[in-house]
């Protein structure tokens, strides 16, 4: 599927199930793709959900913005560009920056109505600095690309040493493109990185707060037992501004908790949406 978002950038969604059923909107991390939910859109619609996963703007299959603008404020209004062409609020799953994303809008003052729930999937008010560095330092070192698919999936299994590595690795060509020069590159705008390290918004964090003190929607936030992207701190923090919301861990789960646990994850988010589905 096809969206115009903001600019009139084309946002691709791959989509689960019936739009006549409650709708939910998976947003996947920084540096990932609509393809880091694994099997979870299909499971969620086979227990009663209509289910887009996005390709946020500057990843997959969706366009690169031509300045490189990849703001959370941009984000979001490709979020509600999206939500206003639907006609239908959603229940928003969001994963680390798709979490961020989810949050901004689950609590701005004009749109909060274009979201039911909101699922946080391993990010609290912001992500744990250490954490966050150590993500974004994986992502720069693979800039160059790689020569193969089993040099990338090396990578990957160094970066995520507690998870088994597959034994096929033909998925990784999901998220990697093939280039001119015949090396393998992450399918996302190197520029994603520029706004971090050499413009970063020093006020994101009081923002996000200031967004999630507005949230009136039932909330759950999901960690990742591993994770060292939420840690304990975080989860108190996220709590203590949104304090209705619900809490889970996930054991033997980092930071991509879908990725890890998806079978356990579908089934919280699953339960959770249930008990508070509102159309």
């Not at 969604?13 to 991390?29: F, M, N, Q, R, T």
């Not at 999937?121 to 744990?128: F, K, T």
């Not at 560095?133 to 193969?148: L, P």
Request: glycine content about 8%.
């Amino acid at each position: 599927m096809k969206f115009e978002g903001k600019d009139g950038l084309n946002i691709i969604a791959d989509s689960w199930g019936s739009d006549s059923d409650p709708l939910v909107i998976l947003l996947h991390g920084g540096g990932q793709t609509r393809h880091a939910w694994g099997e979870s859109g299909e499971l969620l619609s086979s227990s009663g959900f209509y289910v887009l996963a996005l390709d946020l703007r500057g990843h997959g299959d969706s366009d690169w913005h031509p300045e490189g603008d990849y703001s959370i404020e941009s984000h979001k209004e490709d979020l509600i560009k999206i939500l206003d062409y639907l006609k239908k609020p959603a229940s928003l799953v969001g994963a680390s920056l798709g979490g961020i994303i989810s949050l901004s809008l689950a609590g701005d003052e004009l749109h909060s109505h274009l979201c039911n729930n909101l699922v946080m999937v391993d990010i609290g008010l912001y992500p744990d600095p250490e954490g966050a560095t150590r993500i974004v330092d994986w992502m720069k070192s693979a800039q160059n690309g790689f020569d193969t698919l089993e040099e990338a999936a090396e990578a990957v299994a160094q970066y995520l040493p507690h998870r088994k590595r597959p034994r096929d690795i033909r998925g990784l060509k999901k998220n990697l493109r093939k280039k001119k020069d015949g090396r393998f590159y992450w399918h996302w705008d190197p520029r994603f990185l520029d706004r971090r390290t050499e413009n970063p918004n020093p006020n994101l964090e009081e923002i996000q707060r200031n967004a999630a003190r507005r949230v009136k929607v039932p909330t759950l936030l999901i960690r990742g037992a591993l994770s060292d992207v939420v840690t304990d701190r975080n989860v108190k923090e996220f709590l203590s501004a949104v304090p209705h919301a619900e809490f889970e861990e996930i054991n033997q789960a980092a930071h991509m908790v879908a990725g890890d646990r998806n079978d356990v994850f579908v089934k919280a988010a699953v339960n959770f949406l249930k008990n508070n589905i509102s159309g």
